[in-house]
T-cell receptor
Framework: QQKVQQSPESLIVPEGGMASLNCTSS?????YFWWYRQHSGKSPKMLM?????GEKEEGRFTVHLNKASLHTSLHIRDSQPSDSALYLC??????????FGTGTSLLVDP | EAAVTQSPRSKVAVTGGKVTLSCHQT?????MYWYRQDTGHGLRLIHY???????EKGDIPDGYKASRPSQENFSLILELASLSQTAVYFC????????????FGKGTRLTVV
C-alpha cells in the first residue's frame, strides 16, 4: 500500500494552460511535504516544499497544504513545454525518512 | 549546488553475480540514501545511513546490502543479482532527515540479464 498517493497518474494540458496535481499521505506522522520534478532521463530535483497550512507561491507554481487531511496540491499556471516531466510528491516527518508517491506524468502540448 | 556522484552510470550484470554501486558526496551531509525507481513505483527507499559505519533498512531492503565506510561514501551491494533488480538506482544525500532538501545523484541504470 503506497503511503503517498498521487493523482492523476498522467495529465495533458495545452501550452499556457493550468495543471493541477494532487497528493495525499496516509501516514499521520508526516509534517513536511515536498514536490520534486524529474525530467526524462534525469534525476529528481526539488521544486517546492510546504510545511504549514495554506498556500505558497513561487513564480508560476503554487502549492497548497491541508495538514488536517494530509493533502497537498501543486498548480502550474501558464504551463510551458519545458514543464513536461514526472512530478513526484514526497512526505516526511522529523526523524522519518522521505517517502515518495508514484508520480504524475505531465505533458504540456504546444 | 550539492554534489552527489554515482558510479557506474550504467551496468549490465549477470543473474547471480555480485554488483556494487558506489556513491560519493561532497556536501558534508550526514544522511545518505539509496532509492530505486521502476515505472509505476516512483522512488522506493532501499537503505539509508545517518552516520559512517552504520546503515538502516528502508522500505525494500531484501536482496540488498549497504555500506557507509565514511561520511562521503555510501555503497549498495547486490550479492546475488536477480532479474527483478533491473531498475534505475539513485543515491541521495541530505543535511538531516525530515525538513531538509534531499539532493540526488544522476542515477545508475542497472540491467540484470
Amino acid at each position: 500500500q503506497q503511503k503517498v498517493q498521487q493523482s492523476p497518474e498522467s495529465l495533458i494540458v495545452p501550452e499556457g494552460g493550468m495543471a493541477s496535481l494532487n497528493c495525499t499521505s496516509s501516514d499521520r506522522n508526516v509534517d513536511y511535504f515536498w514536490w520534486y520534478r524529474q525530467h526524462s532521463g534525469k534525476s529528481p530535483k526539488m521544486l517546492m516544499s510546504i510545511f504549514s497550512n495554506g498556500e505558497k507561491e513561487e513564480g508560476r507554481f503554487t502549492v497548497h497544504l491541508n495538514k488536517a487531511s494530509l493533502h497537498t496540491s501543486l498548480h502550474i499556471r501558464d504551463s510551458q513545454p519545458s514543464d513536461s516531466a514526472l512530478y513526484l510528491c514526497a512526505a516526511s516527518g522529523m526523524g522519518y525518512k522521505l517517502t515518495f508517491g508514484t508520480g504524475t506524468s505531465l505533458l504540456v502540448d504546444p | 549546488e550539492a554534489a552527489v556522484t554515482q558510479s557506474p552510470r550504467s551496468k549490465v550484470a549477470v543473474t547471480g553475480g555480485k554488483v556494487t554501486l558506489s556513491c560519493h558526496q561532497t556536501n558534508n551531509h550526514d544522511y545518505m540514501y539509496w532509492y530505486r525507481q521502476d515505472t509505476g513505483h516512483g522512488l522506493r527507499l532501499i537503505h539509508y545511513s545517518y552516520v559512517a559505519d552504520s546503515t538502516e533498512k528502508g522500505d525494500i531492503p531484501d536482496g540488498y546490502k549497504a555500506s557507509r565506510p565514511s561520511q562521503e561514501n555510501f555503497s549498495l551491494i547486490l550479492e546475488l543479482a536477480s532479474l527483478s533488480q533491473t531498475a534505475v538506482y539513485f543515491c541521495a544525500s541530505s543535511d538531516r532527515t525530515g525538513n531538509t532538501e534531499v539532493f540526488f545523484g544522476k542515477g545508475t541504470r542497472l540491467t540484470v540479464v
